[in-house]
């Protein structure tokens, strides 16, 4: 097992928690949005201290090396991140039917 190391969320993966947790709240109630927040914080628990765990699938599908994926369980939305030298670096958080490649494209402009 990995030493732990932090995982420090880019401000885009802050956002899209933010999001994620406000539209459950409105939609589906403040319970979920509750249990969301436990499993997002289960699968960065996770990704800290396993972060060669996650699935390199879409790092290699959108030729990004290093970028990994770990769900957050009960949800539709994946983690992605890439290991750090001394962190985790959490890039986003997205529902699984989102479009990667345009996410991917749309990052490497900003």
């Known amino acids: 097992m990995d030493a ?5 969320p880019r401000r885009a993966a802050g ?8 539209y459950l709240a409105r939609e589906a109630g403040l319970d979920t949005a509750l249990r969301f927040i436990e499993a997002f914080e289960e699968a960065c ?3 800290s201290t396993n ?5 390199p699938r879409f790092g290699w599908e ?3 090396p290093g970028l990994r994926t770990w769900p957050v369980k009960g949800f539709g ?6 290991e750090g030298r001394d962190h985790i670096d959490l890039w986003r958080v997205l529902h699984m039917a989102r479009d990667f490649p345009t996410w991917v494209r749309d990052e490497l402009l900003d």
């Open 62 to 64: 959108l030729d990004r």
């Open 77 to 82: 939305y994946l983690a992605f991140y890439a």
């Open 4 to 8: 732990t190391r932090p995982v420090v």
């Open 45 to 47: 628990d996770h990704i």
């Open 15 to 22: 956002r899209d928690v933010e999001e994620i947790v406000d």
């Open 51 to 55: 972060p060669a765990a996650g699935s």
